[in-house]
Nanobody, 121 residues
Framework: QVQLVESGGGLVQPGGSLKLSCAAS????????MGWYRQAPGKERELVAT???????NYADSVKGRFTISRDKAKNTDYLQMNSLKPEDTAVYYC???????????????WGQGTLVTVSS
């Protein structure tokens, strides 16, 4: 069984930093894209950042210049470094990945359980 496990959320003051991690585990043959989405109370889930197998990254305009996504292919893990955090960054952050399991014929889209990030003084 393939799953995603997130860590690193918490409470931080405005202007502070946090680093989220997402580790994929299980019988994994390949991972094409890993990324992060977030959902604030009363709002739709939105894209934060993605990183492809090629290393190509994509960011929401609201986080460009403040957040950095990276990936350790050997560990099947990606990271979201969040700097200059603002109260509007408060949300549950979800890891997302497209994974081809060993013996599988198509990529599966998986989600983590979510980790809460609260930016408040």
């Amino acid at each position: 069984q393939v799953q995603l496990v997130e860590s690193g959320g918490g409470l931080v003051q405005p202007g502070g930093s946090l680093k989220l991690s997402c580790a994929a585990s299980g019988s994994i043959f390949s991972i094409s894209v890993m990324g992060w989405y977030r959902q604030a109370p009363g709002k739709e889930r939105e894209l934060v950042a993605t990183i492809a197998n090629t290393g190509t990254t994509n960011y929401a305009d609201s986080v460009k210049g403040r957040f950095t996504i990276s990936r350790d292919k050997a560990k099947n893990t990606d990271y979201l470094q969040m700097n200059s955090l603002k109260p509007e960054d408060t949300a549950v952050y979800y890891c997302n990945a497209r994974i081809l399991p060993y013996g599988g014929f198509r990529y599966l889209e998986l989600w983590g359980q979510g980790t809460l990030v609260t930016v408040s003084s």
